[in-house]
């Protein structure tokens, strides 16, 4: 078992830019491959980024490319997501995830099984 708790999540006007961190309880935190995804209203739960676990590799949305960044510390049990140029449309519940059983990056939410309980980005214009 696993509990992931998000941090970091508020308003932000047009261009700014905010770092979102997850915290993981339990001491395997290395052993899981880690995701950030997001839920506007109204929308399915989408793919943000995801990252290996020992932190080499790292993989985007096509949405975010070139804008968020995704790390973690394994020592600290954190992942963490940079988020600059922020828009509008980036505005959403964001969800950090951990998949204990691919050991793959997957772009899938069916792939993660725990997840946090989110917190909200606001982007105003």
């Known amino acids: 078992q696993v509990q992931l708790v998000e941090s970091g999540g508020g308003l932000v006007q047009a261009g700014g830019s905010l770092r979102l961190s997850c915290a993981a309880s339990g001491r395997t935190f290395s052993s899981y491959v880690m995701g950030w995804f997001r839920q506007a209203p109204g929308k399915e739960r989408e793919f943000v980024a995801a990252?290996?676990?020992?932190?080499?590799?790292?993989y985007y949305a096509d949405s975010v490319k070139g804008r968020f960044t995704i790390s973690r510390d394994n020592a600290k049990s954190t992942v963490y997501l940079q988020m600059n140029s922020l828009k509008p449309e980036d505005t959403a519940v964001y969800y950090c995830?951990?998949?204990?059983?691919?050991?793959?990056?997957?772009?899938?939410?069916?792939?993660?099984?725990?997840w946090g309980q989110g917190t909200q980005v606001t982007v105003s214009s």
């Open positions: 990252i290996t676990r020992t932190g080499g590799g790292t």
């Open positions: 995830a951990a998949d204990s059983i691919t050991r793959e990056i997957g772009t899938s939410w069916l792939a993660y099984d725990y």
